[in-house]
């Protein structure tokens, strides 16, 4: 059996990466695209820490899925 929801990332321009829910429900796929952006590949502290909270957030949802 599939997943129902499961956490995906797409690279986007500028380096970023987008974070959105991929939903699988009574054979039907949506997509939830949540507006949450973190940098592909941090260069500096402050870049790390805007990622931190977003990164944080979807490990824990995804732990409890």
């Given at each position: 059996m599939k997943e129902p929801i499961k956490f995906r990332q797409k690279k986007i321009k500028n380096e970023f990466i987008s974070l959105y829910l991929e939903i699988y429900?009574?054979?039907i796929r949506k997509y939830d695209f949540l507006?949450?952006?973190i940098?592909?590949?941090p260069t500096n502290?402050?870049?790390r820490e805007n990622n931190t909270p977003?990164?944080?957030a979807v490990t824990?949802?995804?732990t409890r899925i």
């Amino acid at each position: 059996m599939k997943e129902p929801i499961k956490f995906r990332q797409k690279k986007i321009k500028n380096e970023f990466i987008s974070l959105y829910l991929e939903i699988y429900y009574k054979g039907i796929r949506k997509y939830d695209f949540l507006n949450w952006y973190i940098k592909a590949n941090p260069t500096n502290s402050d870049e790390r820490e805007n990622n931190t909270p977003a990164v944080a957030a979807v490990t824990a949802i995804n732990t409890r899925i």
